[in-house]
């Protein structure tokens, strides 16, 4: 139990991790979107009719206009070498130039302040992704690859933010007219106090999450300390009845056989007031004698032990009132009834367990009962999927306060303390009807006394072939 426990409060943990890890995920993803898609807005208003950063487009075209590339395709057709020499050297210009004319940092922090932020809190990166020329407008020669640069080339900002997942714009700008140019170039930012910015929004959440945590981790603990401590008190309590019960059986039988040798011994002197004080010395032993072994039953109980056989309930009841009505047969006064149609129906339930409670309904309508001459009835029937076992008696009844708590290990009502016991038959009853996963209700009944009623499922009746 404390291991299943433990292990469904730490998936409930996981559980709550992956709760508030993916709430994280997505208001970050949400946040950067929003902030991404302005700054792109922003930053391609910035670079109308221009490349990479305002005034970048000059660059490009002092090394790449008209008359050079005319120079270059001549190259192109009659000197190879010369011309990887000529793109070579004409592409370090330009990332050289790109590099010392940047102003994206102004560009940045204007387009970061629109959206309360500044360039403290935000980093960023611009790269060159490709440069290439066109002769006849249609073929494009990339002049990266005449280079040796790695790309992307960084031309301002910090190398460490050139990441897929952080990429803002994306922009590459081309023409089809003959002797030409295209570039690419890539913007990549990110918010460094973007974690600060989610964390402040998903923080009723995260506190929420911690307050239920930590109750649930409170009443796990508690309820495990309860348990624990109910435990050790069900072990103490168990030990006391078993030794007490232990103790007793001994000079309760040195007692029974003391009284049955007085009995013997002053029986030819006719002294009635000996007789008397014998007589209830004897009733007090054996009503002792009947309390330990009541206690001795319920500290013997144990669920565990419990063997449910496919029996006839007619059957099994009719002996248990046969036995009990061979009790009471020298009591004129007492009178055990059973009332049913039924010839058999089949239930599946320990004999002993289920035998023990009918016997523990029966008597206590007995024994708690001030009528003159007591009448039990006990009524076996049929309903639908079910079988109900009905054990009433005429006495002045449970009354309704205390219909709750007779169930309960050593509750004895108004009545149960003037009549004695420990308040344990009951409490055997509702044990064996949990443990079989019966139902049970009490009543009052219109014409006096209590009704006890046993909700019991029945099953079909076995052939020789299937036991």
Same mark, same amino acid.
């Given at each position: 139990?404390?291991?299943?426990?433990?292990?469904?409060?730490?998936?409930?943990?996981?559980?709550?991790?992956?709760? +508030?890890?993916?709430?994280?995920?997505?208001?970050?993803?949400?946040? &950067?979107?929003?902030?991404?898609?302005?700054?792109?807005?922003?930053?391609?208003?910035?670079?109308?009719?221009?490349?990479?950063?305002?005034?970048?487009?000059?660059?490009?075209?002092?090394?790449?206009?008209?008359?050079?590339?005319?120079?270059?395709?001549?190259?192109?057709?009659?000197?190879?070498?010369?011309?990887?020499?000529?793109?070579?050297?004409?592409?370090?210009?330009?990332?050289?130039?790109?590099?010392?004319?940047?102003?994206?940092?102004?560009?940045?922090?204007?387009?970061?302040?629109?959206?309360?932020?500044?360039?403290?809190?935000?980093?960023?990166?611009?790269?060159?992704?490709? +440069?290439?020329?066109?002769?006849?407008?249609?073929?494009?020669?990339?002049?990266?690859?005449?280079?040796?640069?790695?790309?992307?080339?960084?031309?301002?900002?910090?190398?460490?933010?050139?990441?897929?997942?952080?990429?803002?714009?994306?922009?590459?700008?081309?023409?089809?007219?003959?002797?030409?140019?295209?570039?690419?170039?890539?913007?990549?930012?990110?918010?460094?106090?973007?974690?600060?910015?989610?964390?402040?929004?998903?923080?009723?959440?995260?506190?929420?999450?911690?307050?239920?945590?930590?109750?649930?981790?409170?009443?796990?603990?508690?309820?495990?300390?309860?348990?624990?401590?109910?435990?050790?008190?069900?072990?103490?309590?168990?030990?006391?009845?078993?030794?007490?019960? @232990?103790?007793?059986?001994?000079?309760?039988?040195?007692?029974?056989?003391?009284?049955?040798?007085? $009995?013997?011994?002053?029986?030819?002197?006719?002294?009635?007031?000996?007789?008397?004080?014998?007589?209830?010395?004897?009733?007090?032993?054996?009503?002792?004698?009947?309390?330990?072994?009541? &206690?001795?039953?319920?500290?013997?109980?144990?669920?565990?032990?419990?063997?449910?056989? @496919?029996?006839?309930?007619?059957?099994?009841?009719?002996?248990?009132?046969?036995?009990?009505?061979?009790?009471?047969?020298?009591?004129? @006064?007492?009178?055990?009834?059973?009332?049913?149609?039924?010839?058999?129906?089949?239930?599946?339930?320990?004999?002993?367990?289920?035998?023990?409670?009918?016997?523990?309904?029966?008597?206590?309508?007995?024994?708690?009962?001030?009528?003159?001459?007591?009448?039990?009835?006990?009524?076996?029937?049929?309903?639908? &999927?079910?079988?109900?076992?009905?054990?009433?008696?005429?006495?002045?009844?449970?009354?309704?306060?205390?219909?709750?708590?007779?169930?309960?290990?050593?509750?004895?009502?108004?009545?149960?303390?003037?009549?004695?016991?420990?308040?344990?038959?009951?409490?055997?009853?509702?044990?064996?009807?949990?443990? @079989?996963?019966?139902?049970?209700?009490?009543?009052?009944?219109?014409?006096?006394?209590?009704?006890?009623?046993?909700?019991?499922?029945?099953? $079909?009746?076995?052939?020789?072939?299937?036991?």
């Amino acid at each position: 139990m404390r291991l299943l426990a433990t292990l469904c409060f730490s998936i409930l943990l996981i559980l709550q991790y992956k709760l +508030i890890s993916n709430s994280y995920r997505i208001e970050s993803r949400e946040i &950067a979107q929003t902030e991404k898609a302005i700054i792109k807005r922003l930053y391609g208003e910035s670079i109308i009719n221009d490349k990479l950063y305002p005034g970048g487009q000059d660059v490009f075209d002092n090394y790449l206009n008209k008359e050079r590339l005319i120079d270059l395709e001549q190259l192109y057709k009659t000197d190879r070498r010369m011309f990887n020499d000529s793109i070579r050297m004409i592409t370090n210009h330009i990332l050289e130039e790109l590099t010392a004319a940047s102003n994206m940092d102004s560009v940045m922090s204007s387009i970061l302040e629109s959206i309360h932020l500044d360039l403290e809190k935000y980093g960023y990166t611009i790269t060159l992704d490709e +440069i290439s020329i066109s002769f006849d407008g249609k073929n494009y020669i990339d002049l990266t690859i005449w280079n040796d640069a790695i790309l992307p080339l960084r031309i301002d900002g910090n190398e460490h933010y050139i990441d897929p997942n952080e990429v803002i714009s994306n922009i590459s700008v081309s023409s089809y007219i003959p002797y030409s140019y295209g570039v690419k170039f890539s913007l990549y930012g990110l918010n460094r106090s973007q974690k600060f910015t989610v964390f402040k929004k998903i923080f009723p959440l995260l506190l929420l999450t911690a307050i239920c945590t930590f109750i649930i981790a409170t009443t796990y603990i508690l309820t495990f300390r309860r348990w624990q401590k109910q435990k050790k008190l069900n072990e103490v309590t168990q030990d006391f009845l078993n030794s007490i019960t @232990h103790e007793f059986k001994t000079p309760i039988s040195s007692i029974s056989v003391s009284v049955k040798n007085l $009995i013997r011994e002053t029986k030819p002197y006719n002294n009635t007031n000996v007789t008397q004080s014998i007589e209830v010395i004897e009733r007090q032993s054996k009503r002792i004698d009947q309390l330990v072994d009541q &206690a001795i039953g319920i500290s013997m109980f144990d669920p565990s032990n419990v063997y449910k056989e @496919h029996r006839n309930l007619v059957e099994d009841v009719e002996n248990s009132l046969h036995d009990l009505r061979l009790k009471y047969i020298h009591d004129p @006064h007492v009178d055990i009834k059973f009332e049913t149609d039924l010839q058999e129906v089949f239930a599946r339930y320990d004999f002993f367990y289920f035998t023990t409670a009918v016997n523990n309904l029966i008597e206590n309508g007995i024994k708690h009962n001030n009528s003159t001459d007591k009448e039990v009835m006990v009524r076996l029937m049929e309903r639908k &999927a079910d079988i109900l076992l009905e054990v009433s008696d005429n006495g002045e009844g449970i009354p309704a306060d205390e219909q709750q708590y007779v169930f309960h290990k050593f509750y004895q009502g108004r009545q149960g303390k003037e009549k004695g016991g420990l308040g344990l038959g009951l409490y055997y009853v509702d044990q064996m009807v949990n443990i @079989h996963q019966w139902k049970q209700e009490i009543h009052l009944r219109d014409t006096g006394g209590t009704e006890i009623r046993i909700i019991i499922p029945k099953t $079909i009746k076995k052939t020789k072939d299937e036991r």
